[in-house]
């Protein structure tokens, strides 16, 4: 099975969540979905259309019997709190809170009586979205493909693609709630492995830009960028710096491996909005995936 097909039936499960409470309603004024994402527009076309797909099979069709008043973050991670309290204020019946466990947490911040169905990557009992796996408690269900607790694994498969390359890039987000977990997992990984990291922080479009200098700066031969919304909306800039440079990189999704990259690097006037630049295909070779949770890019 493709990851996918993995992420379809993912969002798939979590429209069903998210059109339950709505059900009661259905004889009632049109009901309204609250959707809360840390991510953006452009990067999450296939989990949007899986969203709707699932309220479709729930029989639930946008515009017709049920509103959806969409929030994008685009990574900004600090406007998700202002986002949540506005879908309150709307009086939405649920609220769907997608793209990294921030989402979800503003939203159950927000409101104790909205119902909330959430998806997430990190553990939903240590980020208080749940009481337990077994009893949810609140106002809030979901699910959760635990990708953020993959770096260790990820990077091992980074060296089984990329035998040669001594020095590691690691790119994170210092803002991410798993980024400690996620640093203190590659760091003991990386003695057994024979490999040495170099660390670039980035939470802001100045600091990717630093990242990226530091990273050529310290020589680094390969590339693990953590499992990070913020690094999905721009997955576009991190893989054309991968492919200028001839860098393999793995990632948590197989979207940034089918990405095609740009001759010239784009710098986003903001996350959804590139300047236009010249497109190239990106090599067959750069389309590498051999794991229904990592994909790479190789050379």
Same mark, same amino acid.
């Given at each position: 099975?493709?990851?996918?097909?993995?992420?379809?039936?993912?969002?798939?499960?979590?429209?069903?969540?998210?059109?339950?409470?709505?059900?009661?309603?259905?004889?009632?004024?049109?009901?309204?979905?609250?959707?809360?994402?840390?991510?953006?527009?452009?990067?999450?076309?296939?989990?949007?259309?899986?969203?709707?797909?699932?309220?479709?099979?729930?029989?639930?069709? &946008?515009?017709?019997?049920?509103?959806?008043?969409?929030?994008?973050?685009?990574? %900004?991670?600090?406007?998700?709190?202002?986002?949540?309290?506005?879908?309150?204020?709307?009086?939405?019946?649920?609220?769907? @809170?997608?793209?990294?466990?921030?989402?979800?947490?503003?939203?159950?911040? @927000? +409101?104790?009586?909205?119902?909330?169905?959430?998806?997430?990557?990190?553990?939903?009992?240590?980020?208080?979205?749940?009481?337990?796996?077994?009893?949810?408690?609140?106002?809030?269900?979901?699910?959760? +493909?635990? +990708?953020?607790?993959? &770096?260790?694994?990820?990077?091992?498969?980074?060296? &089984?693609?990329?035998?040669?390359? &001594?020095?590691?890039?690691?790119?994170?987000?210092?803002?991410?709630?798993?980024?400690?977990?996620?640093?203190?997992?590659?760091?003991?990984?990386?003695?057994?492995?024979?490999?040495?990291?170099?660390?670039?922080?980035?939470?802001?479009?100045?600091?990717?830009?630093?990242?990226?200098?530091?990273?050529?700066?310290?020589?680094?031969? @390969?590339?693990?960028?953590?499992?990070?919304?913020?690094?999905?909306?721009?997955?576009?800039?991190?893989?054309?710096?991968?492919? %200028?440079?001839?860098?393999?990189?793995?990632?948590?999704?197989?979207?940034?491996?089918?990405?095609?990259?740009?001759?010239?690097?784009?710098?986003?006037?903001?996350?959804?909005?590139?300047?236009?630049?010249?497109?190239?295909?990106?090599?067959?070779?750069?389309?590498?995936?051999?794991?229904?949770?990592?994909?790479?890019?190789?050379?």
């Amino acid at each position: 099975m493709t990851s996918d097909l993995r992420r379809r039936e993912f969002i798939t499960l979590l429209s069903g969540a998210a059109a339950w409470p709505l059900a009661a309603r259905a004889q009632q004024p049109m009901p309204v979905i609250g959707f809360l994402s840390g991510r953006s527009p452009g990067d999450s076309a296939d989990p949007l259309a899986g969203f709707r797909r699932g309220l479709k099979e729930g029989g639930f069709v &946008e515009g017709q019997n049920v509103i959806i008043e969409f929030r994008w973050a685009n990574g %900004e991670y600090d406007r998700l709190p202002q986002m949540a309290a506005e879908l309150v204020r709307r009086q939405v019946n649920v609220i769907a @809170a997608v793209g990294g466990e921030l989402s979800g947490v503003a939203a159950k911040r @927000a +409101t104790n009586i909205i119902p909330i169905a959430f998806a997430t990557g990190s553990d939903p009992i240590k980020g208080g979205l749940v009481e337990s796996f077994n009893r949810p408690g609140g106002n809030a269900t979901g699910v959760t +493909t635990l +990708t953020n607790f993959m &770096e260790a694994k990820r990077l091992g498969l980074l060296r &089984e693609l990329a035998p040669k390359a &001594e020095v590691i890039g690691v790119l994170v987000n210092p803002n991410f709630p798993t980024s400690v977990i996620q640093l203190r997992d590659i760091e003991a990984a990386a003695p057994a492995l024979g490999r040495r990291l170099v660390i670039a922080k980035a939470s802001t479009d100045a600091e990717l830009e630093d990242a990226f200098g530091r990273l050529l700066r310290e020589r680094a031969e @390969a590339l693990l960028v953590g499992a990070d919304p913020y690094f999905d909306v721009r997955r576009n800039r991190i893989v054309a710096f991968a492919a %200028e440079h001839r860098l393999p990189a793995i990632y948590q999704f197989r979207d940034f491996a089918a990405t095609e990259w740009t001759s010239q690097r784009p710098i986003a006037k903001s996350a959804s909005t590139p300047r236009s630049c010249s497109k190239v295909p990106i090599p067959p070779s750069y389309r590498c995936n051999r794991s229904t949770s990592s994909s790479w890019s190789s050379t």
